[in-house]
């Protein structure tokens, strides 16, 4: 059975920083695509960051340079740091797994596994 088992998320004030966990157990991470998903009360769910089995990814222009998606490959564990927060970076994130190794769209259709997410929440 697949579980995706996100953490780290909280309160923080703007200008902040923050490190979000996603230890995943039956599915190695190396081998596919994972990403970071933001969701919000007046929003849709939406792909912010992505990183494929070979290291390259992409990421949502509203955080460029803030925000940083890395793995821990022994750990099977997906990472996302965040810095320099803002109030649009309030938020529940998931974490999501593909099935491929190469990143495509920033698109939920591409994800089958979800975590249950974790809660972010930045004050002025």
């Known amino acids: 059975q697949v579980q995706l088992l996100e953490s780290g998320g909280g309160s923080v004030q703007v200008g902040g920083s923050l490190r979000l966990s996603c230890a995943v157990s039956?599915?190695?991470?190396?081998?596919?695509?994972m990403a970071w998903f933001r969701q919000t009360p007046s929003k849709e769910r939406e792909g912010i960051v992505q990183?494929?089995?070979?290291?390259?990814?992409t990421r949502a222009a509203s955080v460029e340079g803030r925000f940083t998606i890395s793995r821990d490959n022994m750990q099977n564990t997906l990472y996302l740091e965040i810095n320099n927060t803002n109030v649009d970076d309030t938020g529940m994130y998931y974490c999501?797994?593909?099935?491929?190794?190469?990143?495509?769209?920033?698109?939920?259709?591409?994800?089958?596994?979800w975590g249950q997410g974790t809660q972010v929440t930045v004050s002025s």
């Open positions: 999501a797994a593909g099935s491929r190794g190469y990143c495509y769209t920033l698109d939920r259709s591409e994800f089958v596994y």
């Open positions: 990183l494929g089995s070979g290291g390259v990814g």
């Open positions: 039956g599915y190695t991470i190396s081998r596919v695509c």
